[in-house]
Structures are given as structure tokens and as C-alpha cells.
């Protein structure tokens, strides 16, 4: 399969643990974004990476939240302290370097926190 | 930053009807706007996009159309088919850096 990837795909932990989620983009993108999703709302923006430069991050990006992407390939993103709130499907997606932003999205991660 | 409306949030048509699903967005920088469809469960599949060079784009059964002047763009799916339920999302992206959801339409095809 050579489309995105994401692990794990659910995710069940308790409020005040941390948890660590895993995305492998297409191989050849460079841009790697991660989005959170509720239900019967769209893809909310968290951040975007261009190879290992994490450029732009959204203010729903408390600071419980830190993505890595260290080699340019695949992206980690970690939330400490989860709080019933943080339940949601988080989404990742890449795109190459080009004029228009074609993003290809993973499976998602499903993160429940009780 | 952008913002991007999607009306409506719910639609339900007849098999063979057409449906149309209409988005606005504030950032005039957006240059790409992608339409996704989204299966219960399932991660978002883009299914056809535009750019802003192009005011129609058309692939089989689905088109899409943009107004830059107005920045309002439409998805439009004829001959409607069961199998086209699903959530439908609009997207705007100003190139290079993130993208921003409409919040969805719900569509459901009766047969």
C-alpha cells in the first residue's frame, strides 16, 4: 500500500495519560499535515511540516500537543495529559511540493480518552 | 486566516436527481479548492478539484464551478446514485500552506 499510513487506528487511554500517534506519509511528499476531526464537522488544521520544518501550527495546538517530524519522512504526534476533550479522529495528510496544495489523507487515528 | 462556509448541511435527493453543494470562502490568497467525499468511518477521498485559473472543472458525473469575484464555488453530482451518500467536504487552500474544511453536507440518496 503506498498511500498514507497511520498507527495505531484507535487509540482507548485514560484522562491524564499521554499518547503518541504515528503517520507515514506517500514517500515521495514532502508536506505532511496532521488535522483533528469531530463528529459532523470537517478536518481541523493542528499543524503542517515541509520535510523535517514544522512551518505553521493553529491555535487549537494547545501546548499539550507537539508533533515531530525529524527526518522528513514519517511525522509522531504526541498529547500529554489527555483530557476528555482530546477524543476526536486525528487525520494526517501529505502533498508534494507543488503550486497547488493536493492533499492525500491516512486512515486517521480514533482517540478516546475516558 | 480563511474561513470556509458549506451549505447545506444536510441534502436528500432521489436516485437520478441532481444535488448541488455550495461553499464561500474570506481569503482571497485561495488559489486550489478540493471537494473530498467521506464514508461513514472512512478517511476523507478527494474527488475531484479546481483551481483558480479554471472557472469549471467536469469529471463524469461531477463538476465543480468557481467564482472568484464572488469566492463561492459549487460541487454539482447529476444522476444521483445510492451509492453517492456519503458526507461531502469543500476545502480552500492558499497553495503552499494549510487548508480549511467547510464543516460538511450530509447527502442522501434515496433510491
Known amino acids: 500500500d503506498t498511500g498514507v499510513s497511520q498507527d495505531p487506528r484507535h487509540k482507548i487511554t485514560k484522562r491524564g495519560q499521554n499518547v503518541t500517534f504515528r503517520c507515514d506519509p506517500i514517500s515521495e511528499h514532502n508536506r505532511l499535515y496532521w488535522y483533528r476531526q469531530t463528529l459532523g464537522q470537517g478536518p481541523e488544521f493542528l499543524t503542517y511540516f515541509q520535510n523535517e520544518a514544522q512551518l505553521e501550527k493553529s491555535r487549537l495546538l494547545s501546548d499539550r500537543f507537539s508533533a515531530e517530524r525529524p527526518k522528513g519522512s514519517f511525522s509522531t504526534l504526541e498529547i500529554q495529559r489527555t483530557e476528555q476533550g482530546d477524543s476526536a479522529m486525528y487525520l494526517c495528510?501529505?502533498?508534494?511540493?507543488?503550486?497547488?496544495?493536493?492533499?492525500?489523507f491516512g486512515p486517521g487515528t480514533r482517540l478516546t480518552v475516558l | 486566516g480563511e474561513n470556509v462556509e458549506q451549505h447545506p448541511s444536510t441534502l436528500s435527493v432521489q436516485e437520478g436527481d441532481s444535488a448541488v453543494i455550495k461553499c464561500t470562502y474570506s481569503d482571497s490568497a485561495s488559489n486550489y479548492f478540493p471537494w473530498y467525499k467521506q464514508e461513514l468511518g472512512k478517511r476523507p477521498q478527494l474527488i475531484i478539484d479546481i483551481r483558480s485559473n479554471v472557472g469549471e472543472k467536469k469529471d463524469q458525473r461531477i463538476a465543480v464551478t468557481l467564482n472568484k469575484t464572488a469566492k463561492h464555488f459549487s460541487l454539482h453530482i447529476t444522476e444521483t446514485q445510492p451509492e453517492d451518500s456519503a458526507v461531502y467536504f469543500c476545502a480552500a487552500s492558499p497553495g503552499n500552506n494549510d487548508m480549511r474544511f467547510g464543516a460538511g453536507t450530509r447527502l442522501t440518496v434515496k433510491p
Open positions: 495528510a501529505s502533498s508534494s511540493a507543488s503550486v497547488y496544495n493536493e492533499q492525500f
